[in-house]
């Protein structure tokens, strides 16, 4: 079976590099310079995988293919950017690792599969649980073990994409948020996402890593 993968996160690399492992015939793009629409068209794959890619696709692509994008969230729920930062931050910890057939809307098409994902512990351990969800999810569409679930669109939920600025911890935060608030602020931007921070008096940024709630 040919199978195109694109994307250029680390942790989307990890699951496609696993499927050549298993044996399927594997095209990659792993930057925005290097995606090449008509060499997909020339490799006439089965199964298109969009996982962590953040630029724009054909919509004739889409109609012609079967793209498949993994989404880290209970989809319809937060559906749009940054889905883990923006579910942690709002406290969330039961959350799933969700692959659909992608459409038109913005992480709205069917889904194929879905499982649960613990949003707890440090990014690190995040990203390890849903790479191992999404190599045995990934491999149960492409076996074709999967049945197609139209998303319930009255359940749905929206949150765009986190901007840099947005990771600064400010002097407001401190004063009126609690612990857990800021604590999770702080592991949902662990490498390798920038990370959060406080400026100080010399106007320098002071990054904030890890941190424990005594």
């Not at 298109?48 to 109609?63: A, D, H, M, Q, V």
């Not at 930062?85 to 098409?109: C, H, K, P, W, Y």
Request: aromatic share 12%.
């Amino acid at each position: 079976m040919k199978i195109c993968c694109v994307g250029y996160r680390p942790w989307a690399i990890q699951i496609y590099n696993f499927l050549k492992t298993q044996g399927y015939e594997i095209l990659l793009f792993d930057s925005k310079k290097s995606y090449n629409e008509k060499a997909i068209r020339e490799y006439d794959p089965e199964f298109i995988l969009f996982y962590g890619w953040s630029w724009i696709i054909s919509p004739k692509l889409i109609e012609d293919f079967n793209c498949i994008m993994l989404h880290p969230s209970p989809l319809p729920k937060y559906r749009g950017g940054s889905p883990i930062q923006n579910q942690i931050i709002r406290g969330e910890i039961d959350s799933a690792v969700t692959l659909f057939f992608m459409d038109s809307g913005i992480d709205t098409g069917d889904i194929v599969a879905q499982k649960y994902l613990s949003l707890e512990g440090n990014l690190s351990e995040i990203f390890t649980r849903m790479v191992n969800i999404g190599k045995e999810l990934t491999i149960e569409v492409l076996e074709g073990r999967y049945e197609r679930t139209k998303q319930d669109d009255s359940q749905s939920s929206y949150y765009g994409r986190r901007k840099p600025h947005e990771s600064e911890i400010t002097i407001d935060e401190i004063l009126t948020k609690g612990g857990e608030y800021l604590q999770n602020k702080i592991r949902m931007l662990q490498p390798p996402y920038p990370s959060s921070f406080i400026r100080t008096a010399d106007g320098r940024k002071l990054k904030i890593i890890l941190s424990e709630l005594e």
